[in-house]
């Protein structure tokens, strides 16, 4: 079964520092979006992403971040200066369009 | 604006126990549906879904059925297993946009054997 894959699995980073949150979506998949859960906390929407651009984003989602499709395979998530409360999972998921989204595992960010 | 709330857990259950985790939304439009579920360590994984009023979803002995009238949706299960010890987040997918989800809180589901 297609997987969405994510990496790396857990980062840890200094607060200030840059980091870029990895996936790969299922291949034939044409919508892309990240979600974070703050730990014990629910899952959040972060940003859509469709047609190389984004398509709807939340008040989370603020000039430090940002998403990129490179190769038309990679779909990352760049957070420019991390501060401490960045700290969650995320989650990237893809899908093909209405009601069908695969998730994938997660890249749990430690911001120190 | 769109909202899922979800009963709180933990919920604790004994092997072989009737399981309902409750859930209600509220949203303009005709919105889908979901339930999803996050075992330890691991990510969320799809476990049913409804797209329309009076659908019911079912998927490894679990059912949730699209209350319009009531705007509810809870998942059931007649006979809970240890294996079924999970978090469980209600979900609902706006009709319009491009069908961010909006997730409740999740209910932790601990089954005892």
């Known amino acids: 079964e297609p997987e969405v894959t994510q990496t790396p699995s857990h980062q840890v980073t200094q607060m200030g520092q840059e980091v870029i949150l990895r996936c790969v979506p299922i291949s034939n998949h044409l919508y892309f979006y990240w979600y974070r859960q703050i730990l014990g906390q629910k899952v959040e929407f972060l940003v859509s992403?469709?047609?190389?651009?984004?398509?709807?984003k939340s008040e989370i989602f603020d000039d430090q971040f940002s998403v990129e499709r490179p190769d038309g395979s990679n779909f990352t998530l760049k957070i420019r200066s991390t501060k401490l409360e960045d700290s969650a999972m995320y989650f990237c998921?893809?899908?093909?369009?209405?009601?069908?989204?695969?998730f994938g595992s997660g890249t749990r960010l430690t911001v120190v | 604006g769109n909202s899922v709330t979800q009963m709180e857990g933990p919920v604790t259950l004994s092997e072989e126990a009737f399981l309902t985790i409750n859930c209600t939304y509220t949203a303009t439009g005709y919105p889908s549906l979901f339930w999803y579920v996050q075992y330890p360590g691991e990510g969320l994984q799809l476990l049913l879904k409804a797209t329309k009023a009076d659908d019911k979803g079912s998927n490894k002995g679990f059912e949730a059925t699209y209350r319009k009238e009531t705007t509810s949706f809870h998942l059931e299960k007649g006979s809970v297993q240890v294996s079924d010890s999970a978090v469980y987040f209600c979900?609902?997918?706006?009709?319009?946009?491009?069908?961010?989800?909006?997730f409740g809180a999740g209910t932790r589901l601990a089954v005892h054997p």
């Open positions: 998921a893809s899908g093909q369009g209405a009601h069908g989204y695969t």
């Open positions: 979900a609902l997918s706006s009709s319009g946009g491009y069908n961010k989800l909006i």
């Open positions: 992403f469709y047609n190389n651009e984004i398509s709807e």
